[in-house]
């Protein structure tokens, strides 16, 4: 059983995959595998220096995501294009990994799992969601973003209300870690019997 774990911009949900991996699923990063997909010399590298230029590299020429960040999330079309760079091949790594996964829970945390058509490779989906005000309020205590920064990458992303309209079950982020848990606790009882149907 694949499980997709989404949310808006630091709503918290690799806290929650994190949780999950602790109950014995194999969690699978989208983030992650994009940085590694945008080191040095890679084919994705290669594709971002000819669509974006040198200027977003670092003296070391590792690409600054923070200075690609503030072009992309100040022009759609430019989103769209790093967007298109970068998509179909964390799509594939993730196809990949699902398939050589052996545990049988795996949870792909991935926060544009419906944004980039990774929605038919799970069977569920937990959408966290958290109170705007404190998801700013996190975001500004936790990164060195500012708030029009964290707000340009809030609106880039589709709506938490639409997100919650296509999920399976909502995981409410805004209370302490002990009461997240417990919400992710009673997810994964109950789909241990659908797990154990799925196996057979």
């Known amino acids: 059983m694949i499980i997709g774990v989404t949310g808006s911009f630091g709503s918290g949900k690799s806290t929650v995959a994190r949780m999950f991996k602790s109950l ?4 699978i990063d989208a983030d992650r595998i994009a940085r590694g997909l945008i080191k040095p010399k890679t ?8 669509s974006f230029g040198r200027d977003i590299l670092k003296d070391d020429n ?27 091949e964390v799509i594939r790594v993730i196809k990949n990994q699902i398939k050589t996964g ?6 792909l945390d991935a926060p544009l799992l419906i944004e980039a058509g990774l929605a038919g490779l799970v069977d569920k989906i937990i959408v966290v969601k958290l109170d705007r005000k404190e998801q700013i309020r996190r975001l500004l205590n936790n990164s060195s973003l500012s708030k029009p920064e964290i707000l340009r990458r809030i609106n880039a992303q589709m709506s938490l209300r639409h997100k919650i309209r296509l999920a399976d079950f909502v995981i409410d982020n805004g209370g302490t ?24």
């Open 177 to 200: 870690v002990k009461e997240t848990k417990k919400q992710v606790i009673k997810i994964w009882d109950k789909l241990q019997p659908q797990r154990a149907q799925n196996h057979n």
């Open 102 to 107: 052996a545990r049988r829970m795996i949870v």
């Open 43 to 50: 084919k994705i590298y290669k594709k971002i220096i000819d």
């Open 62 to 88: 590792v690409i600054d995501r923070h200075k690609l960040a503030d072009i992309v999330f100040n022009n759609k079309e430019r989103l769209n294009r790093l967007n298109g760079i970068i998509h179909p």
């Open 24 to 27: 014995g699923t194999k969690v």
